[in-house]
């Protein structure tokens, strides 16, 4: 039987799923609670039948998006938060408790890497380790582990993981295994293809895209069998045990915690999700071209990006995603160019944080969002003083080039 592609899904899943009027966007659902006639439907739907109640647990707009998102991952289900951090926070308080071990690669978002403070605070364990390898994961597992964390491509760093062997891992052993896809996003891959149980996108990086909505997704792969999985609540332990961990996330991260993603980011971000396989593919492009060119630059000491032939795991990020390497390049500049000249001479590039919008940013790493975690750990994880991160956007490909050719040259002139 024929299967729609990627975007073919995306473009009709609204539709697919008979929306009002004959609209082919959901519409929106500002509405903060659901109504019924007959208060025998309102008890059923708060006792697990299907439905809405209130909006923080979610609405349709949320759902339509959702659906969405589990089509990209090939997911069970996915649940959608108010940003990503939202979505982190929500997997790791609700699926972990005091005592119990938690292995995470040593290269991980800034944000992220501050929550596993506040996590280790609460009496979470967490041992990191470099997940490119994964002897130091496996050796790294305790009696108490319960679950192992990874991002794909890391950032700036551009660290590829071993997620394949690290899926193995965690199946031999029964560990809930967590895949940060936001740098490569499912339409470069899919987490899981390597064994992940729950995947977590950052909705307001490429998915949504143009830099207008934040939200986040945790979607279940429906891999792992939450049946032996202790911490979960007797209160969830109802229907199929696949679904048990997703269900947790959901009351308590969701409805408890509240993150909940509104109607309209939910919207921009489900429209702008029906292009991400034609941006993706030019942010891939651009990227590969600029890496090219300024790892050739005098300019340039070195650049970090999974698609040069330099890059330590070059191979095994061309067979992991398709010979598709993102958007997101690591680049050290050469002694002599001073960082916030060099970012003060770009014209088209903006210097601003974020990542995967439709426009090319770039920041100076270590001075803004490596910041805090200070000196000591910028080390430990690979973080340069003249590190700039850039997020390549889909300009055209000979306006990047020639503005950083520009601003390099004119620094090197002095
Ligand atoms: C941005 C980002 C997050 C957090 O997402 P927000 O939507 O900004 O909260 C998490 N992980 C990675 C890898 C990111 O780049």
Redo the contacts with the bound molecule.
């Keep these: 039987m024929h299967e729609n592609g990627f975007t073919t899904t995306i473009l009709h899943s609204d539709r697919k799923q008979s929306v009002e009027h004959g609209a082919v966007h959901k519409p929106m659902h500002p509405s903060s609670e659901f109504a019924y006639d007959d208060a025998r439907e309102l008890a059923a739907v708060f006792q697990g039948k299907a439905g809405f109640t209130y909006a923080r647990q979610g609405t349709p707009t949320t759902t339509a998006l959702e659906a969405k998102v589990s089509q990209m991952e090939a997911g069970k289900g996915t649940v959608s938060f108010a ?6 926070a929500a997997i790791f308080t609700t699926l972990l408790r005091r005592g119990d071990h938690l292995v995470s690669s040593q290269f ?2 800034g ?2 890497n501050s929550l596993f403070g506040t996590l280790q605070e609460l009496g979470v364990e967490i041992t990191f380790v470099d997940a490119t390898d994964s002897s130091q994961v496996r050796a790294a597992i305790r009696p108490n582990t319960r679950m192992v964390f990874t ?1 794909t491509i ?2 700036p760093g551009t660290q590829v993981a071993d997620l394949a062997v690290i899926g193995e891992i965690c199946r031999e052993k029964g560990l809930v295994y967590v895949v ?1 896809n ?2 490569t996003s499912p339409w470069m891959f899919r987490p899981a293809s390597v064994g992940a149980s729950l995947v ?1 996108n ?4 490429y998915i949504g895209g143009h830099g207008n909505a ?3 997704a945790v979607t279940d792969t429906g891999l792992y069998d939450w049946s032996g999985y202790e911490n979960i609540y007797e209160a969830y332990r109802k229907g199929p045990a696949t679904g048990w961990g997703l269900t947790q996330i959901k009351k308590k991260g969701l409805r408890d915690m509240g993150g909940t993603l509104a109607a309209e980011p939910a919207h921009r971000i489900a429209v702008g999700a029906e292009t991400l396989a034609l941006r993706m593919a030019k942010h891939c492009a651009n990227a590969l071209a600029l890496a090219r060119f300024l790892e050739e630059h005098p300019g340039v000491a070195k650049v970090h990006y999974p698609g040069l032939a330099s890059h330590p795991q070059h191979a095994r990020a061309a067979a992991l995603f398709g010979s598709r390497f993102g958007g997101l390049l690591g680049v050290e500049l050469a002694d002599g160019v001073d960082c916030f000249d060099f970012l003060n001479r770009l014209r088209v590039v903006l210097m601003a944080t ?3 919008d439709t426009r090319s940013l770039a920041l100076p790493a270590a001075h803004t969002i490596y910041y805090e975690m200070g000196a000591e750990r910028r080390k430990q994880m690979g973080i340069a003083d003249s590190l700039i991160r850039v997020s390549v956007g889909i300009e055209d490909e000979a306006d990047l080039l020639f503005d950083f050719d520009q601003a390099l040259t004119g620094c090197l002139k002095g």
Excluded: I, P, R
């Excluded at 940003?83 to 982190?88: K, Q, V």
């Design positions: 940003t990503g951090m939202a979505a982190l991980v978002f944000n992220t991002e890391a950032n940060d936001t740098l977590m950052s909705l307001s990086k934040l939200g986040g974020h990542l995967g």
